[in-house]
């Protein structure tokens, strides 16, 4: 079956600690993308990739890292700096052409203690 | 600025009675228009989208779209709403030269009564 894949579905973590988030997909999409979700705020952009090797910057990108190294994956770290980590995360991911439809994953609920 | 408003943060129909979700947005042409539907606690999926052609438009789980250019409006219906289209409702554009990226409006939260 062809999907997006982010594990795990929930994930503690105490202050201070470096947390990574998985995202994987085998659509053979060329852009994905980090949301994140929180009550009444709608989606908010933090990375998006529309290629191997190169990424940007979106709406809330500050206290967070990406990497794309392979097509399918692009993990999300929420680091330390973040000041505010507990949330709902969402990765999605499309083929890079206008008007494609993105396609999201299960999503992952970070809780920092 | 490009911006998505979807007036109504949460609505609560009787099952079996018609439904309407307003979204308006703010765009110079016409964008690609999108509605996505959210269970709680899951990932988003695609109800339906347009950008040229009939106005109005079909989409999954019974649901349709109108497009009112005069507007700038994509409303989202359905004729008969079930207990399981209980979810959050969100709407999204696309212009051209966003660098692929959608603007979302903050979502439209459905309570279905039995």
């Known amino acids: 079956d062809g999907g997006i894949t982010q594990s795990p579905k929930y994930l503690f973590r105490k202050e201070g600690q470096n947390v990574t988030l998985s995202c994987e997909q085998n659509?053979?999409?060329?852009?994905m993308y980090w949301y994140r979700q929180d009550p009444g705020q709608g989606l908010r952009l933090i990375y998006y990739?529309?290629?191997?090797?190169?990424?940007q910057k979106g709406d809330i990108a500050e206290g967070y890292s990406v990497s794309r190294e392979k097509k399918e994956s692009f993990p999300l770290t929420v680091t330390s700096a973040q000041k505010n980590p507990t949330a709902f995360y969402l990765c999605?991911?499309?083929?890079?052409?206008?008007?494609?439809?993105?396609?999201f994953g299960p999503g992952t609920r970070l809780t920092v203690l | 600025a490009q911006s998505v408003t979807q007036p109504d943060i949460h609505i609560t129909v009787s099952e079996g009675a018609s439904l309407e979700l307003r979204c308006n947005y703010s765009?110079?042409?016409?964008?690609?228009l999108f509605w996505y539907v959210q269970s709680p606690g899951q990932g988003l999926q695609l109800l339906l989208k347009?950008?040229?052609?009939d106005t109005l438009v079909q989409g999954i789980k019974g649901f349709e779209a109108e497009f009112k250019r005069s507007q700038s409006s994509f409303n989202l219906r359905k004729p008969s709403v079930h207990w399981s289209d209980a979810a959050e409702y969100f709407c999204?554009?696309?212009?051209?030269?966003?660098?692929?990226?959608?603007?979302w409006g903050l979502g439209t939260s459905l309570a279905v009564n039995p």
């Open positions: 999605a991911s499309r083929m890079d052409r206008y008007g494609d439809t993105q396609y």
């Open positions: 999204a554009v696309e212009g051209a030269g966003n660098n692929r990226k959608l603007i």
């Open positions: 765009y110079g042409a016409t964008p690609y």
């Open positions: 990739s529309q290629i191997v090797n190169d990424f």
């Open positions: 659509l053979n999409h060329d852009a």
């Open positions: 347009y950008f040229s052609g």
